[in-house]
């Protein structure tokens, strides 16, 4: 098992930036795949970004793509997501969770074996 803390959310003015930070304790980190989702008041858990195991492959939603980068520390055990040019949008609670088999349906959060507890991000117009 693996437990996951995610930290750095906040209020933050549009166009501005954010830096997530999810840290993991437990089994090894490097052996699952860690995603980002995100979930606004009254709407589903929406997918935004995924790393590989290894840190080689990366997937972003559409929405945001290039602005948004994750990324990963094996040694320290945590995941980044790097959110720049944020918009009033982009408002939502956002979870790390962790993957610990292969799976192609990579947006799918049934996929996902383990979460944090969220972190609240607000984006002001």
């Known amino acids: 098992q693996v437990q996951l803390v995610e930290s750095g959310g906040g209020l933050v003015q549009a166009g501005g930036s954010l830096r997530l930070s999810c840290a993991a304790s437990?089994?090894?980190?490097?052996?699952?795949?860690m995603g980002w989702f995100r979930q606004a008041p009254g709407k589903g858990r929406e997918f935004v970004s995924r790393?590989?195991?290894?840190?080689?492959?990366?997937y972003y939603a559409d929405s945001v793509k290039d602005r948004f980068t994750i990324s990963r520390d094996n040694a320290r055990n945590t995941v980044y997501l790097q959110m720049n040019s944020l918009k009033p949008e982009d408002t939502a609670v956002y979870y790390c969770?962790?993957?610990?088999?292969?799976?192609?349906?990579?947006?799918?959060?049934?996929?996902?074996?383990?979460w944090g507890q969220g972190t609240q991000v607000t984006v002001s117009s």
């Open positions: 969770a962790a993957d610990e088999k292969p799976t192609w349906a990579i947006q799918n959060p049934n996929e996902y074996e383990y």
């Open positions: 437990g089994r090894a980190f490097s052996t699952y795949a």
């Open positions: 790393m590989s195991r290894g840190g080689v492959n990366t």
